[in-house]
């Protein structure tokens, strides 16, 4: 089944939605953040927390801060050329006290490189095994066909998680995320350690991305299909997320060009520069992102902010290929949010995840389910949840996060999810193909629809072309929210380059970026 | 007296459907242990229509069963705080003729939660289904502070800007954390001599009336609440206008 839309209007819209982020792109090239800094450090190697508490990473870049425009790569090359320690124990001898990192500031250019060289290829290759390491399993244990089902552990404790992750796998579940602790996207470093304490989710850190990949690689093994991890790389720490994902081994991250943005209150320009260096970290590591246009559709009303997120996807998009990903891993998203009194309201859902579908076709769209109109009636829930699930079968929709009869109600028991993907599979299975033999009456009322989002998503870009992203955010074009150039969490981590910034591995992904 | 049990389709049949995961394989003998269990319960007539794996060592159960317990409803009151509410027309006449002020209310979900959906379907300008939020009427000045606001930053906030009803929001209830910060705002305005001057009210999908007096608020509000209930609560509050 295929929607009958104007093939030239989608092209202006991309077109637009490039044109929108290039002067974002000038604006990113010219500066750093404080935690970029802190991904490059964990990348050399830098792990661990000081006496107290406080991340080794952010320790350094504190201490590093009027030579910080120049990037702490120098710093470090310094250090190691000068007392050819390890970065670790460099960062170690900085915690207590006994190395300052400012002495290090007129070691030579190019002995500060070499000291660094043969740290940032082994992180490259890490990298790059892990990145093999992925299509190898992938092609050993082969994934069911799409809509690949999605599930959620948040119980806070990462051992309870893994058991439900173990649990949610064994009943069907291709994908596992850990929602992270309700308070995380607005901290200004990463926890450390596993943890056995957080609300409404677990906190994100190396040591839990460990634990939980490990755990499913054994069960992967053991139904002989790949289980994939996924976790969130939004927030203040957007971009060592992407450095713990791409160290771990995790499949995928919820990583939006401008969510934090607008729900988060997150400065833009901190998140125009993280998400850039995310995504070049996530493009070498084949990382899938998921973008969080969802979140459009919860916070006002699901009808009217149709064209929004057609908009928001092709700006993801733009941004996503500004920083080297390939279209299959972009995983753009959408919800099945709106109102279930609406009359023919399934129509309009399927006209959206439709025209999305023929939009990005060789994007892994991510498709979410209602959250916004489930109350305590598990029943009607369920049956919710149903039409969500024949709407991604239909419409082919690649990561499908499976809904819970039980949304709104508490984080899933063991057998909420199970039912969750009981559903799904029933749904999915009897209608396997009932997409391939229908055709949409022209004309009709979904294909209407779906020109009239297509219409009024292009228009929405031309005016922000126009007008300018930053602008526009600002001019509340955006879900509603008016967001200030120089306000928001996490601004003053923002900097100028100086004009021998360094960071030898934002060279080193680029470097791939133009070779593709 | 007024006693009562569930209704299947006779009357005090004590009709009920329970469902529950074991953690044990599936077996036979997991249907009988899920049966004993809803027996130990006190049902009787226990029958477990469904037992299966739906995880390696976890079982999932449906179990109909007749409970012998009743409850006499006419022993219970629940005053809700939702009641009889006013359209915003009338809201806005009844603080206009009775208070002669605009009412300061400052709303926010508090702690760590994000999720403000409750807060902004009560107070932002277009409400919700179709009710209009507290924004948009004329009798309130309307602050919504948003989401993760601490308690301090809250109380602060309300001293420093005569507030004269707050409404804290939680939606995630998860190890009792809504519980928890509920108490420690309605506690800080106790400590900061600002309690008794300012209407205190809690709101969120696990909130009622019953734990927003157990917890010292003046009213609480469960899901499904919508805006004009809320300011006709604090409208007649102010007006000393009966509930």
């Given amino acids: 089944m295929e929607l009958s839309i104007d093939a030239d209007l989608v092209r202006r819209g991309r077109a637009c939605a490039a044109a929108v982020v290039a002067p974002i792109r000038t ?7 404080v935690s970029v800094e802190r991904s490059v450090l964990r990348l050399l190697g830098v792990d661990g927390v000081d006496a107290e508490g406080v991340p080794l990473a952010n320790r ?108 949610a796998a064994e009943a069907g579940a291709q994908i596992i995320a850990v929602i992270r602790s309700t308070a995380q996207s607005l901290l200004d470093f990463v926890p450390y ?89 996530n493009a070498r590591s084949g990382i899938i992102i998921n973008t969080g246009e969802d979140n459009y559709l919860t916070t006002a009303d699901a009808v009217d902010q149709a064209p929004a997120v057609l908009a928001s996807q092709l700006i993801n998009e733009a941004f996503a290929h500004a920083a080297g990903m390939r279209d299959e891993q972009i995983g753009l998203g959408d919800a099945y949010e709106i109102d279930p009194d609406l009359e023919d309201g399934f129509l309009l859902q399927i006209a959206q995840a439709q025209l999305a579908r023929q939009v990005f076709p060789n994007s892994p769209l991510k498709y979410m389910p209602p959250t916004k109109h489930m109350t305590g009636d598990i029943f009607k829930g369920h049956l919710m949840d149903a039409m969500f699930n024949l709407t991604s079968v239909m419409t082919n929709q690649t990561i499908h996060l499976c809904g819970m009869l039980t949304e709104a109600i508490h984080t899933p028991f063991l057998h909420d999810r ?20 229908i055709a949409f009456k022209p004309g009709g009322k979904i294909e209407r629809r779906a020109q009239f989002v297509l219409a009024e998503a292009v228009a929405l870009l031309e005016r922000v072309t126009a007008r300018g992203l930053m602008e526009s955010i600002e001019g509340k074009v955006f879900a509603d929210v008016a967001r200030s150039p120089n306000g928001g969490r996490g601004f003053d981590g923002v900097f100028e380059k100086a004009a021998d910034y360094w960071n030898p591995f934002a060279d080193a992904l680029v470097g791939t970026v133009s070779a593709r | 007296m007024n006693l009562v049990k569930p209704y299947g389709d006779a009357r005090d049949d004590g009709a009920m459907q329970l469902s529950f995961t074991l953690p044990i394989p599936w077996s036979e003998a997991a249907d009988e242990a899920a049966r004993q269990l809803v027996a130990k319960m ?24 007749r409970t012998t317990v009743a409850v006499d409803v ?41 999720h403000t959906v409750g807060i902004d379907a009560i107070l932002n300008m277009k409400g919700y289904k179709g009710d209009y939020g507290l924004e948009r009427y004329r009798a309130f000045e309307t602050f919504n502070l948003g989401s993760q606001i601490s308690v301090d930053e809250l109380v602060r906030f309300t001293k420093a800007n005569d507030i004269d009803a707050v409404l804290a929001s939680q939606v995630v209830t998860q ?60 409208a007649r509050r102010f007006s000393d206008t009966p509930q």
């Fill in chain 2, 74 to 114: 006419d022993t219970i009151a629940v005053p809700s705080a939702a009641g009889n509410a006013l359209d915003m027309d009338a809201v806005d006449a009844l603080v206009h003729e009775r208070v002669g002020r605009k009412i300061r209310i400052a709303g926010a979900c508090i702690g760590t939660d994000a």
């Fill in chain 1, 60 to 167: 350094l870049v504190e201490g590093a801060l009027p030579d910080l425009n120049r990037g702490i790569a120098w710093c470090m090359g310094g250090a190691i050329a000068e007392t050819g320690l390890a970065p670790a124990a460099i960062a170690e001898a900085v915690a207590t006290g006994g190395l300052e990192l400012g002495r290090f500031r007129d070691v030579p250019a190019a002995a500060s490189r070499a000291a660094l060289d043969s740290t940032v290829q082994r992180s490259m290759d890490r990298i790059d095994r892990n990145a093999r390491e992925r299509v190898d399993r992938l092609g050993r244990l082969p994934q069911e066909p799409p809509p690949l089902l999605y599930v959620i552990v948040a119980s806070g404790n990462i051992y309870e998680d893994r058991t439900a992750a173990v649990a």
């Fill in chain 1, 418 to 437: 199970a039912l969750a993907i009981e559903n799904a599979r029933y749904v999915m299975g009897t209608a396997r193909h009932f997409g391939d033999e």
């Fill in chain 2, 42 to 65: 006190g049902f009787s007539d226990v029958s477990v229509v469904d037992g299966r794996a739906i995880a390696a060592g976890y079982s999932f159960f449906v179990v109909y069963a």
């Fill in chain 1, 193 to 281: 350690g596993a943890t056995t304490e957080g609300f409404g989710g677990t906190y994100a850190t190396q040591e839990n991305f460990r634990i939980m990949r490990e755990a499913l690689d054994d069960v992967s093994d053991k139904l002989g299909r790949y289980v994939m991890l996924t976790n969130y790389a939004s927030g203040l720490c957007m971009p060592e997320i992407a450095t713990m994902a791409a160290l771990e081994r995790l499949d995928m991250l919820l990583n939006d060009s401008m969510y934090g943005i607008l729900f988060r209150d997150i400065n833009m320009k901190r998140t125009f520069v993280d998400q850039h260096f995310s995504r070049l970290l």
């Fill in chain 1, 27 to 33: 604006f990113i090239n010219r500066h750093s953040t």
């Fill in chain 2, 175 to 234: 190890k009792g954390s809504d519980i928890a910060n509920f108490t420690a705002l309605s506690e800080l305005l106790e400590a900061e001599g600002v309690r008794d001057r300012v209407l205190l009210l809690c709101g969120g999908p696990r909130v009622t009336n019953l734990l927003a007096a157990e917890l010292g608020y003046d009213a609480g509000f469960g899901r499904g609440t919508l805006p004009s209930e809320v300011a006709t609560f604090i």
